[in-house]
Nanobody, 124 residues
Framework: HVQLVESGGGEVQAGGSLRLACLASAYPAESKCMAWFRQSPGKGREGVAALVTGGRSTHYVDAVKGRFTISRSSAENTVYLQMNNLTLEDTAMYYC??????????????????WGLGTQVTVS
């Protein structure tokens, strides 16, 4: 079981940027993917960006392509989400998650076993 702690959320004006960070207590050897999800009031949780922990592959939901970038620092046990050109539709609670199941790049929620408590992003 890995503990995930998100940080970096806040309030920003439309068009601005934020960088979220997810600190993992440790990367389990069986971790296949790390991802960011988000959930806004009245909506389901959706995958935003994911990366394969053992490689370079990444995947983004169409709504954030070209604006968000997911990256990882192995030395720091941290996964980042750089968010640029934010819009009102990006307002949500953002969660970091780790998957031990294969085929996790598509961000199917059931494949992610470990979750952080989230960090709020508000775009005004």
């Amino acid at each position: 079981h890995v503990q995930l702690v998100e940080s970096g959320g806040g309030e920003v004006q439309a068009g601005g940027s934020l960088r979220l960070a997810c600190l993992a207590s440790a990367y389990p050897a069986e971790s296949k993917c790390m991802a960011w999800f988000r959930q806004s009031p009245g909506k389901g949780r959706e995958g935003v960006a994911a990366l394969v922990t053992g490689g370079r592959s990444t995947h983004y939901v169409d709504a954030v392509k070209g604006r968000f970038t997911i990256s990882r620092s192995s030395a720091e046990n941290t996964v980042y989400l750089q968010m640029n050109n934010l819009t009102l539709e990006d307002t949500a609670m953002y969660y970091c998650a780790s998957a031990r199941s294969p085929a996790c790049l598509s961000m199917t929620i059931s494949r992610y076993q470990d979750w952080g408590l989230g960090t709020q992003v508000t775009v005004s």
